[in-house]
């Protein structure tokens, strides 16, 4: 090849190179100003990297796209089923008779608990049928009773099975002694008699056994019947008595509340006007009396509501009254004494005198000791 045609070939690869580093500038000053000054070289370099990242960055937006198209419409389909299910929230509502999502809840547990309570007495009959104890003499020993009376029976019947628990073992140790003397005498008289012995402390057992049985249903049901008894009356004889209390105490204790101790023992609290709280073995003796008294006349008050008035007989009950607090105690028990017939045994004049002095209230004193 000629030296013109090398020196042509020359300057046109020139130019050629020119016209890239042209355009790499160019290009620079368009998508990248900051590199316009550099190399082309450098220019070209660094455009082919972020060329290579913009692509990469373009699947990842694209597959965040496709991400976001997937929840988008996860999300319709969760919308409409939370539409369908306010809908029907709303219709069971609406049937029900019911405000708001909360009474349902409450309905929900009251149902769940009926159900709960209904597999327990089906247990309890099961296990009454084995027994040979009928429910529905128990039923009617609890609705024949009140409240104190139950908890009365409970009690004899507590003390009656730790005197069978007791006696159980006694059989059984005596059972242990024979069954030793078997083993010391087998084969003669002795060791005959011993095993009759034994035979009738066995049977002896087992009719402990069998007794202890139905006392423990007995005072597990009664148990139950003077909790559901407790539930279904205390918030209005609490209620009742909380008003007598705090009148009963000329206000100085406004509030009753029903709680359970730290072993989930029900307990009664008194809430002062000087914000202590104090339970009934912390009030003083005047304070624990009026309680007690408010306590039986709310619960008359319910039975007389039920129409099942009782009289109520009352011996000495102002002892540990003071002067303030008597007069009011008088006047609560002549308010209720118009359902309630209600007696008060005194043997201090200052409590009768009281008692002719109250304004526009029935009440006949009457002095024993002259009658007799």
């Known amino acids: 090849m000629a030296f013109s045609e090398l020196d042509a070939e020359y300057k046109r690869l020139t130019r050629a190179v020119d016209d890239y580093q042209e355009h790499a500038r160019q290009l620079a000053s368009t998508v990248a100003p900051e590199l316009a000054p550099s190399a082309p070289s450098v220019i070209i370099d660094q455009l082919d990297r972020r060329l290579a990242t913009a692509r990469e960055n373009q699947q990842t937006a694209r597959l965040l ?11 319709g389909l969760a919308d409409a089923a939370s539409h369908t299910a306010s809908e029907q929230l709303a219709e069971l509502l609406q049937r029900h008779a019911m405000a708001d999502e909360a009474s349902l809840d409450a309905s929900i547990d009251r149902s769940r608990r009926r159900d709960e309570l209904q597999q327990q007495r089906s247990d309890l009959e099961d296990t009454l049928a084995d027994s040979g104890i009928e429910l529905t003499t128990l ?88 909790e559901n008894y407790r539930a279904r009356r205390q918030d209005s004889v609490l209620a009742h ?35 202590q709280t104090r339970r ?10 009026q309680l007690y008294l408010a306590l039986r006349l709310a619960t008359l008050q319910e039975n007389s509501r039920a129409g099942q008035a009782l009289p109520l007989i009352l011996d000495d009950i102002f002892t540990s009254f003071d002067d303030q607090r008597t007069p009011v105690g008088l006047a609560t028990l002549a308010e ?18 009281a008692a002719r002095e109250l304004p526009g209230a029935t009440v006949s004193v009457h002095n024993l000791a002259r009658a007799v």
């Open 65 to 75: 796209h496709q991400q976001r198209d997937d929840v988008m419409q996860q999300r």
């Open 139 to 226: 039923e009617q020993l609890a609705d024949e009773h009140d409240a104190a009376t139950l908890t009365t029976l409970l009690v004899q019947l507590e003390d009656k099975v730790d005197a069978l628990r007791r006696d159980k073992d006694t059989a059984l140790e005596r059972l242990g002694e024979i069954r030793a003397g078997l083993q010391r005498h087998n084969g003669s008289a002795a060791a005959a008699h011993a095993q009759q012995a034994a035979q009738q402390q066995l049977a002896t057992i087992g009719d402990l056994t069998e007794e202890y049985l139905r006392l423990h249903i007995a005072e597990y049901l009664l148990r139950n019947e003077i």
């Open 241 to 275: 008595a909380e008003t007598l209390f705090s009148r009963l105490t000329n206000g100085e204790y406004p509030q009753l509340e029903a709680a359970l101790d730290d072993t989930d023992t029900p307990i009664l609290l008194a809430h002062s006007t000087e914000d």
């Open 280 to 289: 009934v073995d912390q009030l003083n003796e005047g304070a624990r009396d």
């Open 336 to 353: 209720l004494a118009e359902p309630i017939q209600i007696i008060v045994l005194t043997h201090h004049a200052a409590v009768a005198n």
